[in-house]
């Protein structure tokens, strides 16, 4: 079956650097998507991965190796507003998006 | 309109009746989503349409029907809602013409409650 495995829930403190790490056993690979999701909103697209390497973008980046089925989201200088869930998903050969179950990452002061 | 719209925001249901939940998009996208989410369960694909006049099942597309008769538009009709249909909904839409274009966009949901 196809899964993608990423923490429960995480705390950080302002201001530090936290690592959000997915792993990912899919049927095929196209992609690899990072959303963020704030409670009771819709989630927002951070970050697309399709091919081994970081993606830097402002405070966040994306890292992604294909052959560990390995992913995971840094965030730098953490703010409370980066409190929310960050979702993990794959784009599988049939070209459908593989959810993981979401991180809820708590910001504290 | 811009992005993606769905109505309403939330609704109570009676359990047996039925109830559309309306989806529409202006960004001329190919393919459309509906996803529940439940709380541990992240989101679960309900039904899909990669283009007008097409759909597909998706994980959990028992008790669900969709059309698609339009590019902009795809409801997700509960023909004979039950409890554990209470869930958050999520539409989504994406261009699918290959690799970040696949990105998915996501309408603010709708909260349905069915008692």
């Known amino acids: 079956g196809q899964n993608i495995d990423q923490p429960t829930e995480m705390t950080a403190t302002e201001g530090a650097i936290v690592q959000i790490n997915c792993t990912y056993q899919?049927?095929?690979?196209?992609?690899l998507f990072w959303y963020q999701q704030h409670a009771g909103e819709a989630p927002t697209f951070l970050s697309y991965?399709?091919l081994d390497g970081l993606e830097e973008k402002g405070r966040f980046s994306s890292f992604l190796s294909r052959s560990k089925g390995y992913s995971y989201l840094l965030l730098k200088e953490l703010q409370m507003k980066d409190s929310a869930s960050y979702l993990c998903?794959?784009?599988?050969?049939?070209?459908?998006?593989?959810w993981g179950a979401g991180t809820k990452l708590i910001i504290k002061p | 309109i811009a992005g993606i719209t769905q109505a309403p925001t939330s609704q109570i249901l009676a359990a047996g009746r039925r109830m559309t939940l309306r989806c529409t998009q202006d960004?001329?996208?190919?393919?459309m989503y509906w996803y529940r989410q439940d709380l541990g369960l992240g989101l679960r694909l309900i039904h899909y349409?990669?283009?007008?006049?097409?759909?597909g099942k998706g994980e959990v597309p028992d008790g669900y029907s969709v059309s698609r008769a339009n590019t902009d538009d795809f409801p997700l009709t509960l023909a004979s809602a039950v409890p554990s249909q209470t869930s958050v909904y999520f539409c989504?839409?994406?261009?699918?013409?290959?690799?970040?274009?696949?990105?998915?966009?996501f309408g603010p949901g709708t909260r349905l409650t069915v008692l």
């Open positions: 989504a839409s994406s261009d699918t013409s290959g690799g970040a274009t696949d990105t998915q966009y």
């Open positions: 991965n399709v």
């Open positions: 998903a794959v784009l599988d050969s049939n070209y459908q998006l593989i």
């Open positions: 899919t049927s095929g690979f196209n992609g």
């Open positions: 349409s990669n283009t007008a006049g097409t759909t």
């Open positions: 960004m001329r996208h190919n393919a």
